[in-house]
């Protein structure tokens, strides 16, 4: 079946670092893949997004992804990490049923930022 | 464009109540989502509406949720009788049928607490 594994629930990162958080897919077509980003109490925010072509992906905010098909995985980095960036992100791929996909998202790891 | 609308945002009610929680998707967005996110199973698609007809429901825990699109702008997610395992962070989210590929836009979502 189709799924999304974030392996860290949490991460905790001092302002100024770099970040990575991990994505772990599995599909058995080309994924389309997304980057959500939740502050709290708000909805969900679209970071960025690969379907093809040039696997490293910019988005909003300063973050990036790359799409790596040999590890099935699909990682969200941020060179330096700002105070505001403390949320949860979820990763999330589209499978598709019929004409229209359906998003299946990770569980989601929430960062924290110490000063 | 104001996004996507939930309301209320907060919802306390006592179990065996009829909850109604309402979304109005962004106009000229011809798909409908509702999700469910909770600590335990993460973000769950409940159901997702095409031109306001329902196309997967599958999503849905039991009979007691019913969803309902009566037009473009509106719709309607119901829980009756609620239980305390409903509590519940309920999401909408809209997207638009000229993309090829689900971005979709979430609303900021209603906090349901069943006591």
Known sequence: AQSVTQPDIHITVSEGASLELRCNYSYGATPYLFWYVQSPGQGLQLLLKYFSGDTLVQGIKGFEAEFKRSQSSFNLRKPSVHWSDAAEYFCAVVVYGGSQGNLIFGKGTKLSVKP | ?115
């Open chain 2, 1 to 115: 464009d104001a996004g996507v609308i939930q309301s209320p945002r907060h919802e306390v009610t006592e179990m065996g109540q009829e909850v109604t929680l309402r979304c109005k998707p962004i106009s000229g967005h011809d798909y409908l989502f509702w999700y469910r996110q909770t600590m335990m199973r993460g973000l769950e698609l409940l159901i997702y509406f095409n031109n306001n007809v329902p196309i997967d429901d599958s999503g849905m825990p039991e009979d007691r949720f019913s969803a309902k699109m009566p037009n473009a702008s509106f719709s309607t997610l119901k829980i009756q009788p609620s239980e305390p395992r409903d509590s519940a962070v309920y999401f909408c989210a809209s997207s638009p049928s000229d993309r090829a590929y689900n971005e979709q836009f979430f609303g900021p979502g209603t906090r349901l607490t069943v006591l």
